[in-house]
């Protein structure tokens, strides 16, 4: 025994020093854009049920309330408006919208290396939500969100490699005016990160300032058009099955200004949109289609993400449940229908109905994006930070949740077969006359960096271990490595003479740099 104890010491440390290296692209066992697709909670046959199902609410349902420019838009590309006021849309109308809808988009960040490709069955993590309090686990109660906490969630994402973009999480509360907090979000989301950023508007009426200051935050007018690096989250309908107006109005600025648009139909299951799980679903559809054939209306082939979000209720009391198995499943339904359509999709998983970043949200989170991945959703939306049903949002679940993410990711890369990983050459080196353990072997220290992940802050030591380095907890780790990164300028800053000249032109809430 004790002869093999040196290779096994050698072959610790020379793990130890592998780890310690950083990490080259090429070698990294995750990254943004890893293709998923191999978890499907529906068969062919019930993905046309659905499909079919969505066509036929379409045509006899439709939906209510379109603005007047929208009933034009949607007249000229065939729907029909009824007596009713109601737009149904003929299939030939939607299968229109499919044709020419675009594909295989790309959401651009600041920097090139943050670019997110759309297509097949690639997925990318990320936030999202509104949530109107902010955890604070120090001091354990909910306090309003601020523009500071926004600005401190943008900085930490940046810095967190599992979480892919940032939608904003969280509503500026300290920010009376309506205008002035639509303009200090897309502030400070992009001034806090180069990564895409998603925002939103409250009326129509904001989105030019909007986008003048958008323009100066990228150069020029051009140089904006060229790289897009924000998407604006639409709300385009009230379920069940109406337009929600103004945000319409909202969406045909957004596509005039070349913003790559989320469709976003948000029904709860048992109160604005059916109970049952499938016909959740279909209605998410048919509402998204719809949006679908508006947008290419205005402008065809704009950049867009179907953006099916049902949630689901707990139909005990009517409350949202967003860490649900059935919101999982939901979740992963929508995906297939997005793949079924070739189209680039969007729905939301890693809500926690818990209140703080405890077991529950742990296992909670856990599931949705685990299933999300493996359906091979796009864009996973509200995947970090998330608690109490989407009031709540903490930023030491960011940094957790990015070690969440990274075992998510490793499920959707899956198990590569090959003649290397079937393993028959190790087993005979070590087997025969070798070491009888495979520590150190060549085979284990080349895979330990490409093919397994490690956890930032999660704890893997033996218990005297743990003990012997002072019990470390998990939430107090979280907290040391947020106070470390918002203890650091925002790598995102712009320079300080396109900063003078906005804070000029717009009230900018957050202190200079």
């Known amino acids: 025994m004790s002869e093999h104890r040196p290779l096994r010491a050698g072959g610790r440390a020379a793990r130890q020093a592998l780890r310690a290296a950083p990490l080259a692209d090429d070698i990294r066992p995750i990254r943004p854009g890893l293709s998923g697709g191999r978890y499907n909670p529906l068969s062919d046959d019930e993905i046309g049920r659905i499909h079919q199902a969505a066509l036929v609410a379409l045509e006899e349902i439709g939906l209510a309330d379109a603005p007047p420019s929208g009933v034009e838009y949607l007249k000229g590309a065939g729907a029909i408006e009824g007596a009713d006021g109601r737009i149904r849309f003929p299939r030939k109308v939607v299968e229109w919208a499919l044709e020419v809808a675009a594909r295989d988009i790309t959401l651009y960040g600041r920097e090139a290396k943050h670019d997110l490709l759309l297509s097949g069955t690639r997925v990318h993590y990320g936030t999202a939500g509104a949530a109107v309090h902010v955890v604070d686990v120090e001091q354990n109660h909910y306090r309003d969100s601020t523009v500071q906490d926004l600005f401190d969630a943008a900085r930490i994402v940046d810095r967190l490699d599992n979480v892919h973009f940032f939608q904003r999480p969280l509503v500026c509360r300290d920010i009376a005016d309506n205008l002035e907090m639509d303009l200090n979000t897309i502030y400070a989301a992009t001034t806090g990160t180069s990564k895409h950023v998603g925002t939103s508007f409250s009326e129509p009426a904001f989105v030019p300032a909007c986008f003048d200051l958008i323009h100066a935050i990228a150069g020029s007018e051009a140089a904006w058009r060229a790289r897009p690096f924000v998407s604006a989250s639409i709300c385009f309908v009230v379920p069940p099955m109406k337009f929600a107006t103004e945000a319409c109005l909202v969406m045909e600025q957004c596509i005039k200004g070349g913003m790559p648009v989320l469709l976003l139909s948000a029904g709860q299951a048992g109160a604005t949109a059916p109970a049952s799980i499938a016909g959740a679903i279909v209605q998410a559809v048919a509402e998204c289609l719809a949006g679908l054939v508006y947008l290419n209306a205005v402008s065809p082939g704009h950049p867009a993400v179907f953006g099916t979000w049902p949630f689901v209720s707990d139909l005990r009391t009517g409350a949202m449940s967003g860490g649900s198995g059935e919101q999982a499943l939901l979740t992963a339904g929508c995906a297939q229908m997005h793949r079924f359509y070739g189209l680039p999709g969007g729905a939301a998983a890693g809500i926690a109905d818990a209140k703080l970043p405890d077991?529950?949200?742990?296992?909670?989170?856990?599931?949705?994006?685990?299933?999300?991945?493996?359906?091979?959703?796009?864009?996973?939306?509200?995947?970090?930070?998330?608690?109490?049903?989407?009031?709540?949002?903490?930023?030491?679940?960011?940094?957790?949740?990015?070690?969440?993410?990274?075992?998510?990711?490793?499920?959707?890369?899956?198990?590569?077969?090959?003649?290397?990983?079937?393993?028959?050459?190790?087993?005979?080196?070590?087997?025969?006359g070798g070491p009888g353990h495979y520590l150190g072997s060549n085979q284990t220290l080349a895979l330990m960096q490409s093919d397994y992940v490690y956890p930032r802050i999660g704890n893997r030591n033996s218990p005297k271990e743990w003990v012997e380095r002072g019990k470390p907890d998990l939430i107090t780790e979280a907290t040391r490595v947020k106070q470390e990164i918002l203890a650091k300028p925002s790598a995102a800053m712009l320079d300080h003479e396109t900063d003078r000249q906005i804070r000029q032109r717009f009230n900018i809430h957050l202190p200079p740099s």
Not at 369 to 378: D, Q
């Open 359 to 432: 077991m529950q949200a742990g296992y909670e989170q856990a599931h949705s994006n685990v299933m999300a991945g493996l359906s091979g959703l796009n864009m996973v939306y509200e995947a970090v930070g998330m608690h109490a049903s989407l009031l709540g949002f903490c930023l030491e679940s960011l940094i957790i949740g990015d070690d969440l993410l990274g075992q998510s990711l490793r499920c959707v890369r899956g198990i590569e077969v090959s003649e290397d990983s079937l393993s028959l050459a190790a087993m005979r080196e070590v087997c025969l």
